[in-house]
Each structure stands twice: as structure tokens, then as C-alpha cells.
């Protein structure tokens, strides 16, 4: 069993950065393939980004390719670096551990572990 624990979220302006962490309590935290989702009010939750699990491989949405950044360090602990933001990157964002060996990442049910969500509000 794997818990995943996020922070950094908070109320930043359009434009702005802000940096998510996310603690895992895996034993081989390398083990894992581990993501970010977010959820807007109203809407489905949408994948984000997604690292392998040695970093070399990295995976964004569309939406935020450029602005956001995914990684990873030998301390059971990934990131999510988000510059440019924007009112619509407002919305919860999820940590998540997969212990997977096949391809999926960009969907919910792919995933193993997830956090409980931290909050980041982007005002216009």
C-alpha cells in the first residue's frame, strides 16, 4: 500500500507559479509511476502530467505542455512545477502512484494510489 500526501497549492494571479509536492511512503518509491491529475468544478477529472519511473520519460496534456513541469527525487517525493498560469489551471490537483508496466496513463483507472488533492486558484 502506498499513501500519497500533496501541498503547495494556494491562491496565486494569472501569470504567476506555484510548485506542487507530493510525499509518497513507498519503501521503493522507484518503483512507481507516478502522475498528477486535477478536477475542476463541474468537470471530470483530467490527466495533467506523468513521470517514469527513472524521470527519463515525462508526459503532459496539451493544455499545459510548456508551462508545466514534472519531477521527480530520491526522496519519495515528485513535483509539479506550474509557471504561466491561467483562471482555467484553477481547479484540485491529485498525486498519483501507479505499479504498472503497461501504457494508460492518461486515464483515471490506470492508476493505483491516489492523494486527497490540494487546491489551486488561479485569479483572472
Known amino acids: 500500500q502506498v499513501q500519497v500526501v500533496e501541498s503547495g497549492g494556494g491562491l496565486v494571479q494569472a501569470g504567476g507559479s506555484l510548485r506542487l509536492s507530493c510525499a509518497a511512503s513507498?519503501?521503493?518509491?522507484?518503483?512507481?509511476?507516478m502522475g498528477w491529475f486535477r478536477q475542476a468544478p463541474g468537470k471530470e477529472r483530467e490527466f495533467v502530467a506523468a513521470?517514469?519511473?527513472?524521470?527519463?520519460?515525462k508526459y503532459y496534456a496539451d493544455s499545459v505542455k510548456g508551462r508545466f513541469t514534472i519531477s521527480r527525487g530520491n526522496d519519495n517525493t515528485q513535483y509539479l512545477q506550474m509557471n504561466s498560469l491561467k483562471a482555467e489551471d484553477t481547479a484540485v490537483y491529485y498525486c498519483?502512484?501507479?505499479?504498472?508496466?503497461?501504457?494508460?496513463?492518461?486515464?483515471?483507472?490506470?492508476?493505483?494510489?491516489w492523494g486527497q488533492g490540494t487546491q489551486v486558484t488561479v485569479s483572472s
Open positions: 513521470i517514469s519511473r527513472t524521470g527519463l520519460s
Open positions: 498519483t502512484a501507479a505499479d504498472r508496466r503497461d501504457f494508460g496513463w492518461e486515464s483515471t483507472q490506470w492508476w493505483d494510489y
Open positions: 513507498a519503501r521503493t518509491f522507484s518503483s512507481y509511476f
